[in-house]
C-alpha cells in the first residue's frame, strides 16, 4: 500500500470541457513537488529544490493562467488521487497571506552598445542604493539584491514584503525610471495591477510598507520621483520694495 500525502489541487477546464488538474505540496525541508496531468490520470511529480517563495510563484503563475483551487487532496506515491483531505482549500485565499508586490526584471544584452548602456545603468543604480542607505540606514536586503545583479545572478522575479522596508520599492522605482531599452522592469501588486515610477499616484504601494509619500519625500525628491519643493524662505530679493 503507498502512502498518501496531501496535496493542494488546481483544475483547469479547456475549451471543449475537458480538465487538467495541477497539484503541489510544500515538503517543508526546503523543497516543494508539484503533480500534473489529465483529471482521472495518475499525475506526473517533479520536486524542486527551492523554498516556499518560489512556490508561491508558481501557484501565482498557474492560477494567472486560469487554474482554479479545488480544495486540498490525499495523493498515494503512484499520482493517483485517493481522496479528499479534511481540510479544504478556502477558494478565495490567497497563496500568499502577506501583502506583497511583485517585481519582474529582465536585461538583455547582445552586441557592444547593450554592454555600454548596461553598465551605464548599474552604475546609476549603485548611485541611487547609496542615497537610500544613506536616508534610511544600511538594507541588507539591498546589498543582497545588487551583488546578485550585478554579478548575473539575480532571478527574474520576485516579491518585496514589508519586513524588507520602503527602501526596496523606492530603488525599483527609480530603477525603472533610468531604465533603458536593455532592461525591463515590472512591478505590480498582487491583485496583478501595475505600479508606476510616478510615485505620487502609489500611496497603495506606501501603505504596503506602513508609510506615505511625505514621509519618504526627501529621499524621492534626491532620486528624482518627485519635484523638489521651492523653499520660499531661501529666496531674497535686492528689492525692498514691490509695487503691484
Known amino acids: 500500500m503507498t502512502a498518501a500525502l496531501a496535496y493542494d489541487l488546481y483544475r483547469?477546464?479547456?475549451?471543449?470541457?475537458?480538465?487538467?488538474?495541477?497539484?503541489?505540496?510544500?515538503?517543508?525541508?526546503?523543497?516543494?513537488?508539484?503533480?500534473w496531468g489529465k483529471t482521472g490520470t495518475r499525475l506526473q511529480a517533479k520536486t524542486f529544490t527551492k523554498n516556499r517563495l518560489s512556490m508561491n510563484?508558481?501557484?501565482?503563475?498557474?492560477?494567472?493562467?486560469?487554474?482554479?483551487?479545488?480544495?486540498?487532496?490525499?495523493?498515494?506515491?503512484d499520482g493517483t488521487i485517493s481522496s479528499a483531505s479534511s481540510k479544504p482549500l478556502d477558494q478565495d485565499s490567497s497563496p500568499t497571506e502577506e501583502p506583497c508586490l511583485f517585481w519582474r526584471l529582465k536585461i538583455r544584452q547582445t552586441d557592444l552598445s547593450d554592454t555600454q548602456a548596461i553598465g551605464t545603468f548599474h552604475?546609476?543604480?549603485?548611485?541611487?542604493?547609496?542615497?537610500?542607505?544613506?536616508?534610511?540606514?544600511?538594507s541588507v536586503w539591498i546589498k543582497d539584491f545588487l551583488h546578485a545583479m550585478l554579478n548575473g545572478h539575480l532571478s527574474n522575479a520576485g516579491?518585496?514584503?514589508?519586513?524588507?522596508?520602503?527602501?526596496?520599492l523606492?530603488?525599483?522605482m527609480a530603477m525603472m525610471k533610468v531604465a533603458p531599452k536593455q532592461v525591463s522592469i515590472h512591478?505590480?501588486?498582487?491583485?496583478?495591477?501595475?505600479?508606476?515610477?510616478?510615485?505620487?499616484?502609489?500611496?497603495?504601494?506606501?501603505?504596503?510598507?506602513?508609510?506615505?509619500?511625505?514621509?519618504?519625500?526627501?529621499?524621492?525628491?534626491?532620486l528624482g520621483l518627485l519635484e523638489k519643493r521651492i523653499d520660499l524662505s531661501l529666496v531674497s530679493s535686492s528689492q525692498d520694495d514691490f509695487y503691484f
Open 170 to 172: 523606492l530603488l525599483f
Open 123 to 138: 552604475a546609476n543604480v549603485l548611485a541611487m542604493s547609496s542615497a537610500i542607505t544613506d536616508c534610511f540606514g544600511p
Open 187 to 222: 512591478l505590480s501588486h498582487d491583485d496583478g495591477v501595475d505600479i508606476s515610477n510616478k510615485i505620487k499616484l502609489e500611496s497603495k504601494a506606501l501603505s504596503i510598507f506602513d508609510t506615505d509619500l511625505e514621509s519618504v519625500r526627501p529621499v524621492a525628491e534626491s
Open 159 to 168: 516579491k518585496l514584503f514589508k519586513e524588507q522596508g520602503v527602501a526596496s
Open 12 to 35: 483547469f477546464t479547456n475549451p471543449d470541457r475537458s480538465t487538467k488538474d495541477w497539484a503541489v505540496r510544500d515538503n517543508g525541508d526546503g523543497t516543494y513537488t508539484s503533480r
Open 57 to 77: 510563484e508558481h501557484i501565482r503563475s498557474k492560477v494567472s493562467k486560469g487554474y482554479k483551487s479545488i480544495g486540498q487532496v490525499l495523493i498515494d506515491d
